[in-house]
C-alpha cells in the first residue's frame, strides 16, 4: 500500500514563528503536493512538485515556501506564521498526472 | 486557468433518494484527468474514480454512477438509492500534465452531503 506520512497530526504555533510541515511518501511518486482545507473554500493548492527538479507555486502559495531535496520528502514552510494560516494541511502524492493522489491524514495547525 | 468548480455546497436528502453533485471544470489542455473522491467524517481521501479526457464513456459502479460530457464540461456523480454511508464531503478534481510529467492538480469547493434516516 502506497503510505504518505504526515510528521504530525496537531500543531500549535506562535505568531510570527517559523514552521515546518513535513511529508513522506514510500512509492517512489514523482509528484508531490501540499494543500489546505477550509470549510467551504475546499482544498487549495499551495505549492506542487515533480521529482527535487521542480517546485512550482500552486493557487495560493503566498507566505509558504517548499523544499524537496529527496524525491521521497516534500516540505512545506511558513516563513513567518500568522493566525490566517490556521489551517488543515494536507500533502499527497502520485506517479503520473493520470493516476490518483494519495494523501496524508493531515495536519491540523493553529497559530495563535 | 485550471478550475474546478461545484456549485452545491451542500445538499440533504432522505435515505432511499437518487442525488446528483454536480461538477464543472476549465481546461486549455486536450489531455486531462478528471477525479471524484470522498471525504468521510473521519476525515481521510478516499479515491473513487477517475476519467482521462479521450473516455467519455459513462460508469457504473453499484449505486455509483457518473456522467462525463465534454461538451459542457461536466463530470457530475450520482448516488442511487442514497444510504447514511454516504454522508461525506465530496471532492471532484481535474489533474493536468505540466511539464515532462509533472502534474498540476486541483479541487473543487468540495460539496457536503447528508443524508437523513
Known amino acids: 500500500d502506497v503510505k504518505v506520512t504526515q510528521s504530525s497530526r496537531y500543531l500549535v504555533k506562535r505568531t510570527g514563528e517559523k514552521v515546518f510541515l513535513e511529508c513522506v511518501q514510500d512509492m517512489d511518486h514523482e509528484n508531490m503536493f501540499w494543500y489546505r482545507q477550509d470549510p467551504g473554500l475546499g482544498l487549495r493548492l499551495i505549492y506542487f512538485?515533480?521529482?527535487?527538479?521542480?517546485?512550482e507555486k500552486g493557487d495560493i502559495p503566498e507566505g509558504y515556501s517548499v523544499s524537496r531535496e529527496k524525491k521521497e520528502r516534500f516540505s512545506l514552510i511558513l516563513e513567518s506564521a500568522s493566525t490566517n494560516q490556521t489551517s488543515m494541511y494536507l500533502c499527497a502524492s502520485s506517479l503520473w498526472p493520470g493516476q490518483e493522489a494519495f494523501f496524508g491524514q493531515g495536519t491540523r495547525l493553529t497559530v495563535v | 486557468a485550471q478550475k474546478v468548480t461545484q456549485a452545491q455546497t451542500e445538499i440533504s436528502v432522505v435515505e432511499k433518494e437518487d442525488v446528483t453533485l454536480d461538477c464543472v471544470y476549465e481546461?486549455?489542455?486536450?489531455?486531462?484527468?478528471l477525479f471524484w473522491y470522498k471525504q468521510p467524517p473521519s476525515g481521510e481521501l478516499v479515491f473513487l474514480i477517475r476519467r482521462n479526457s479521450f473516455d467519455e464513456q459513462n460508469e457504473i459502479s453499484g449505486r455509483y454512477s457518473w456522467n462525463f460530457q465534454k461538451s459542457t464540461s461536466s463530470f457530475n456523480f450520482t448516488i442511487t438509492a442514497s444510504q447514511v454511508v454516504d454522508s461525506a464531503v465530496y471532492f471532484c478534481a481535474l489533474s493536468e500534465g505540466v511539464i515532462q510529467g509533472a502534474q498540476k492538480l486541483v479541487f473543487g469547493q468540495g460539496t457536503r452531503l447528508t443524508i437523513n434516516p
Open positions: 512538485s515533480y521529482d527535487v527538479k521542480m517546485k
Open positions: 481546461t486549455r489542455d486536450t489531455t486531462y484527468y
